[in-house]
């Protein structure tokens, strides 16, 4: 699963489909791939379980499974914490620094 999303084009084709299902020449035309590229990529994202096909005629259309996300997000629902956090220590510091700039 982390394998299949960490290539840039394979989390951008599972962002197009958050919006609905898509023949692959439509994904491919989107992302400037060519139609046997974008079909590799599908191809992964199938196998991981995050995208599902059908045959609509003579055509296979496919869409999102977001369930098999589940892993993901929950690995990465830990650095939440850890970010918020983060970003509150750089919001404080910046407060200071401009409460330091208003008193000179």
């Known amino acids: 699963m982390f394998n299949a999303i960490a290539e840039p084009q394979r989390r951008e084709i599972l962002a197009l ?44 259309v496919y869409g999102l499974d977001a369930r098999g996300l589940r892993p993901v997000h929950e690995w990465s629902g830990g650095f939440a914490q850890f970010w918020n956090e983060s970003f509150d220590r750089l919001d404080a510091y910046v407060q200071d620094l401009e409460q330091q700039h208003q008193e000179e």
């Open 17 to 60: 489909l958050r919006t609905g299902e898509r023949p692959v020449t439509e994904l491919a035309q989107e992302l400037g791939l060519t139609q046997p590229g974008a079909s590799k990529h599908l191809r992964v994202l199938r196998e991981v379980g995050l995208v599902r096909d059908r045959k609509e005629g003579k055509h296979r």
